[in-house]
T-cell receptor
Framework: NAGVTQTPKFQVLKTGQSMTLQCAQD?????MYWYRQDPGMGLRLIYY???????DKGEVPNGYNVSRLNKREFSLRLESAAPSQTSVYFC???????????FGSGTQLSVL | RKEVEQDPGPFNVPEGATVAFNCTYS??????FFWYRQDCRKEPKLLMS???SGNEDGRFTAQLNRASQYISLLIRDSKLSDSATYLC????????????FGQGTRLTINP
């Protein structure tokens, strides 16, 4: 039972570099989310996708782009990484009728 | 004002004690409420949903107060394994898929 798979688990970038965080779920969920978690800040919503083909901004979308490639996959892209984007990133998914969020195991990203 | 607010703690209580913490939300149209648990360096996991009439799951009781716009979590007979961060989650509108987290309340149960 894979659930939500997130890659990579760890990444170190230099300021200005770009990268894409990958997320895939095998539960046929409609909704997918990207959160970041910083000490003392809880989880903050970056972007979400209520269904295939749609994406919406969350609380902290600046500096990020997303792609809902298909129903399974929802990627997060940092075009020009900044030290302020050092954080733990979580991908999550949710079914239409079930309110429960299923999370990936997280990506620890450091931007130097 | 944040959409969802929690007292970050930390709460340090002895094993066997009862502990409670609240979470307030700013949008009166909020529809669904949840408590998640997060262990150190792990992903959050659903602890329980919060229903209008209040609900209980073993040692855990969740309450919703719509008039004052807060939810609460009560843990009775606390165990060492209850040590974690407890996150309040709110779905803001009917039909919306946006879920907002509070900053979390850190709880440590001491032997």
């Amino acid at each position: 039972n894979a659930g939500v798979t997130q890659t990579p688990k760890f990444q170190v970038l230099k300021t200005g570099q770009s990268m894409t965080l990958q997320c895939a779920q095998d539960m046929n969920h409609n909704s997918m989310y990207w959160y970041r978690q910083d000490p003392g800040m809880g989880l903050r919503l970056i972007y979400y996708s209520a269904s295939e083909g749609t994406t919406d901004k969350g609380e902290v979308p600046n500096g990020y782009n997303v792609s809902r490639l298909n129903k399974r996959e929802f990627s997060l892209r940092l075009e020009s990484a900044a030290p302020s984007q050092t954080s733990v990133y979580f991908c999550a998914s949710k079914g239409q009728r079930n309110e429960k969020l299923f999370f990936g195991s997280g990506t620890q990203l450091s931007v130097l | 004002r944040k959409e969802v607010e929690q007292d970050p703690g930390p709460f340090n209580v002895p094993e066997g004690a009862t502990v409670a913490f609240n979470c307030t939300y700013s949008n009166s149209a909020s529809q669904s409420f949840f408590w998640y648990r997060q262990d150190c360096r792990k992903e959050p996991k659903l602890l329980m949903s919060v229903y209008s009439s209040g609900n209980e799951d073993g040692r855990f009781t969740a309450q919703l107060n719509r008039a004052s716009q807060y939810i609460s979590l009560l843990i009775r007979d606390s165990k060492l394994s209850d040590s974690a961060t407890y996150l309040c989650v709110v779905r803001l509108n009917q039909g919306a898929q946006k879920l907002v987290f509070g900053q979390g309340t850190r709880l440590t149960i001491n032997p």
